[in-house]
């Protein structure tokens, strides 16, 4: 039995397109309450209880790929991104520089961050769910 080289040609090409395609890509934003997260992370659980995590950009979009088709949960943490730093009691004791960082005060970023319900960080507890399927998929997320 001879086989020509365009039918393995052929062949392979065939078993690459088979493995390919067998996943899906999830983009979208996220809002809170109508105002939209520029911060943060946004993680899926696949079906096959791997995590697949992406962080918001700067204009509050993510995008993760390579996720398995089926039921999808979905978890948003958006952690402060200037968190109060803890006053040192010997510190206390020394003057502050009007232009140094204020210890203890929260630093916002520039209006852009605010807090989120902390249910929605454990895919389990959030109650977001999506089905992937294989290709572009397209998500946007409302926060209650």
Do not use: H
Request: proline share 10%.
């Amino acid at each position: 039995m001879k086989i020509s080289f365009a039918s393995l040609l052929l062949g392979f090409g065939a078993f690459l397109l088979a493995g390919c395609g067998g996943v899906g890509t999830l983009t979208g934003t996220v809002e809170f309450q109508g105002k939209q997260l520029k911060t943060g992370t946004v993680t899926v659980t696949g079906p096959d209880n791997s995590a697949y995590p992406a962080a918001l950009d700067e204009a509050g979009k993510f995008k993760i790929e390579n996720i398995p088709p089926g039921l999808a949960k979905i978890a948003v943490d958006s952690p402060n991104p200037n968190p109060v730093v803890p006053m040192d009691p010997l510190l206390a004791k020394k003057p502050v520089r009007p232009d140094g960082p204020q210890v203890g005060a929260v630093s916002p970023a520039k209006g852009s961050w605010f807090p989120i319900p902390e249910k929605y960080g454990e895919a389990a507890k959030s109650g977001l769910t999506f089905e992937i399927k294989r290709g572009e998929n397209q998500f946007n997320i409302k926060l209650q």
